[in-house]
C-alpha cells in the first residue's frame, strides 16, 4: 500500500458491506478528526477509514525499520538536501577521488561543522545522539564501547578519510572534546 492509498479518498462500491461502530474519542482525536474534515472535506467515517490505512500502511513500513529510523530518513529526504545513493556507486566515487586534493577536504571539513549547527538546531547535541543520527545514512554501523566511547565499522574502507574528516568538522567546535581515531574499516570515537 503505498502514500496515495491512505491519502487518497476511500469511496465504497456497492458491494462492499459496511460495519457500523461506536467508538467513544477523546478531545484530542475529535480535534484531529474536524482538523482532517475541514482539510480533506469529507466525512468523519472516510478521515477514520483514512486513518486505519495509514496507520496499516506505518505498521507495514516498521516490519522493515524501526519507526524512530523511518523518520530519520525522511528527516533528512524531506528537504531535498541528501541523496540516497547505493553502496556500489559511494564506494566507486571514493575510489576516484583517491587521495583528493586540500581544497576537497577542507570542504568536507567545513560541511562537518555546517552539520553541527544544523543538528544543534534539531537539537541533536549529544555525542552518541549524533552519531546515531548520522548512522542512517548507512555510512556505518555504530558500536557503542561505553558511554565516552564509539567504533564505527565503515561499510567502505574507500570512505574512511570522507568520514573521519567530516568529524572532525562536526565536532572541531562541539561542546565536549570529541577525538576522531582510523583504525582499518574503523572510526573511532572518544569523548574526552
Same mark, same amino acid.
Given at each position: 500500500?503505498?502514500?496515495?492509498?491512505?491519502?487518497?479518498? /476511500?469511496?465504497?462500491?456497492?458491494?462492499?458491506?459496511?460495519?457500523?461502530?461506536?467508538?467513544?474519542?477523546?478531545?484530542?482525536?475529535?480535534?484531529?478528526? %474536524?482538523?482532517?474534515?475541514?482539510?480533506?472535506?469529507?466525512?468523519?467515517?472516510?478521515?477514520?477509514?483514512?486513518?486505519?490505512?495509514?496507520?496499516?500502511?506505518?505498521?507495514?513500513?516498521?516490519?522493515?525499520?524501526?519507526?524512530?529510523?523511518?523518520?530519520?530518513?525522511?528527516?533528512?529526504?524531506?528537504?531535498?538536501?541528501?541523496?540516497?545513493?547505493?553502496?556500489?556507486?559511494?564506494?566507486?566515487?571514493?575510489?576516484?577521488?583517491?587521495?583528493?586534493?586540500?581544497?576537497?577536504?577542507?570542504?568536507?571539513?567545513?560541511?562537518?561543522?555546517?552539520?553541527?549547527?544544523?543538528?544543534?538546531?534539531?537539537?541533536?547535541?549529544?555525542?552518541?545522539? =549524533?552519531?546515531?543520527?548520522?548512522?542512517?545514512?548507512?555510512?556505518?554501523?555504530?558500536?557503542?564501547?561505553?558511554?565516552?566511547?564509539? /567504533?564505527? =565499522?565503515?561499510?567502505?574502507?574507500?570512505?574512511?578519510?570522507?568520514?573521519?574528516?567530516?568529524?572532525?568538522?562536526?565536532?572541531?567546535?562541539?561542546?565536549?572534546?570529541?577525538?576522531?581515531?582510523?583504525?582499518?574499516?574503523?572510526? %573511532?570515537?572518544? =569523548?574526552?
Amino acid at each position: 500500500m503505498g502514500i496515495k492509498d491512505y491519502i487518497a479518498p /476511500t469511496f465504497q462500491r456497492k458491494s462492499d458491506t459496511m460495519e457500523r461502530l461506536s467508538v467513544s474519542l477523546d478531545e484530542k482525536s475529535i480535534s484531529t478528526i %474536524r482538523k482532517y474534515l475541514a482539510k480533506y472535506n469529507t466525512s468523519q467515517a472516510d478521515i477514520i477509514r483514512r486513518a486505519l490505512n495509514c496507520l496499516e500502511s506505518v505498521e507495514d513500513a516498521t516490519e522493515k525499520a524501526p519507526l524512530q529510523d523511518i523518520l530519520i530518513y525522511i528527516d533528512y529526504l524531506a528537504n531535498k538536501e541528501h541523496l540516497i545513493i547505493d553502496i556500489a556507486h559511494w564506494k566507486s566515487i571514493f575510489t576516484e577521488i583517491g587521495e583528493g586534493s586540500k581544497k576537497f577536504w577542507d570542504e568536507v571539513y567545513k560541511i562537518g561543522d555546517a552539520h553541527r549547527k544544523e543538528y544543534f538546531d534539531k537539537d541533536i547535541r549529544d555525542i552518541k545522539q =549524533v552519531l546515531e543520527y548520522v548512522e542512517k545514512t548507512n555510512w556505518y554501523k555504530l558500536n557503542i564501547d561505553s558511554k565516552q566511547s564509539f /567504533t564505527l =565499522v565503515l561499510a567502505t574502507i574507500e570512505s574512511t578519510k570522507f568520514i573521519k574528516t567530516f568529524f572532525e568538522g562536526f565536532f572541531s567546535k562541539h561542546p565536549q572534546r570529541v577525538e576522531v581515531a582510523e583504525e582499518y574499516m574503523k572510526l %573511532r570515537i572518544n =569523548v574526552r
